[in-house]
């Protein structure tokens, strides 16, 4: 069993709608959570990361993480043709051994329709 | 400001041959690491290093070797091509007390 699991979708939403992204995880040590955004033959790219348990707001995205229940989310609301792009979710524990490694989910293929 | 500088982008080798790909950054990070991105496998940790001299093994190391002699630059090499390597490669790198990891453009490799 992957340590993070993410739907890969495809996932199709018109222009405007809000869009919801999740992912599912089992280490419990796991402590910084990230959302990286990769358009087609590019590299991903950080979008929001937090610590801990908690929400975080930037523009049009939010971040959610529940550690209780091992469950992270990415809300995009008024979702744009231009956020159509693969989500990538990312988490990462912080003990010295660990420090440098990040564990990534498969993705979620999302595309906005105008 | 270049950024994480991978080379080359494209890349076709026979099963058995060798090679290296390049990665180079000029963002003076600690942290460098290899991924390779496989469908439906997401991004899977090769190798990685917290410093010039410092490397360990990630989750998929086998095949491939690293080394680390400069904060710069990070090469990962395949030492025997199989067709199982066949994949797109991003370097990533991070700096200190940093969560960003700045990732290349990507190699694409083909092995046949």
């Known amino acids: 069993q992957k340590e993070v699991e993410q739907d890969p979708g495809p996932l199709s939403v018109p222009e405007g709608a809000i869009v919801s992204l999740n992912c599912t995880y089992s280490n419990s040590a796991f402590q910084y959570f990230m959302w990286y955004r990769q358009y087609s033959r590019k590299g991903p790219e950080l979008l929001m990361y937090t610590y801990s348990s908690g929400n975080k707001e930037d523009g049009r995205f939010t971040a959610q993480v529940d550690k209780s229940s091992k469950y992270i989310s990415l809300f995009i609301r008024d979702s744009q043709p231009s956020d159509s792009a693969t989500y990538l979710c990312a988490m990462r524990m912080t003990y010295n051994t660990n420090a440098g490694k990040s564990t990534f989910g498969d993705g979620t293929t999302l595309t906005v329709k105008p | 400001n270049a950024g994480v500088t991978q080379t080359p982008k494209f890349q076709v080798l026979k099963t058995g041959q060798s090679m290296t790909l390049q990665c180079a950054q000029d963002?003076?990070?600690?942290?460098m690491s290899w991924y390779r991105q496989d469908p439906g496998m997401g991004l899977r940790l090769i190798h990685y290093s917290v410093g010039a001299g410092i490397t360990d093994q990630g989750e998929v190391p086998n095949g491939y070797n690293v080394s680390r002699s400069t904060t710069e630059d990070f090469p990962l090499r395949l030492l025997s091509a199989a067709p199982s390597q066949t994949s797109v490669y991003f370097c990533a790198t991070r700096g200190r007390g940093s969560e960003k990891l700045f990732f290349g453009s990507g190699t694409q490799l083909s092995v046949l």
């Open positions: 963002m003076n990070h600690e942290y």
